[in-house]
Nanobody, 128 residues
Framework: QVQLVESGGGLVQAGGSLRLSCAAS????????MGWFRQAPGKERDFVAG????????GYADSVKGRFTVSRDNEKNTVYLQMNSLKPEDTAVYYC?????????????????????WGQGTQVTVSS
């Protein structure tokens, strides 16, 4: 049974930082492409960042480039999202997602339908 558990969300003032974590179990993590998505109330779930299994390839939405950093630790089965210079428009529920058996060193996915497994989400609220 695959489980993805996000943590690290919370309330922060504009300009502040948060670090999200997503712990995976029941999946061969070292072969999985991972992604972060977010969904604000009344909006669609949008791609935030993606990372290949080897960390050789990273990708970001334009709205977060230069402020967010995705990383992973395959020994800990965990993917991270470091979020700096947060803005009120970053307020959303943040989800991590896994696409197992993605053995290309350079592949990650920005489409939500490419991922097989999802976490329950963690709320990030940025006050102005």
């Amino acid at each position: 049974q695959v489980q993805l558990v996000e943590s690290g969300g919370g309330l922060v003032q504009a300009g502040g930082s948060l670090r999200l974590s997503c712990a995976a179990s029941g999946v061969t993590f070292s072969g999985a492409a991972m992604g972060w998505f977010r969904q604000a109330p009344g909006k669609e779930r949008d791609f935030v960042a993606g990372i290949s299994w080897s960390s050789d390839s990273l990708g970001y939405a334009d709205s977060v480039k230069g402020r967010f950093t995705v990383s992973r630790d395959n020994e800990k089965n965990t993917v991270y999202l470091q979020m700096n210079s947060l803005k009120p428009e970053d307020t959303a529920v943040y989800y991590c997602a896994a696409r197992p058996e993605t053995y290309s060193r350079y592949t990650y996915y920005s489409r939500s339908d490419a991922y097989n497994y999802w976490g329950q989400g963690t709320q990030v609220t940025v006050s102005s």
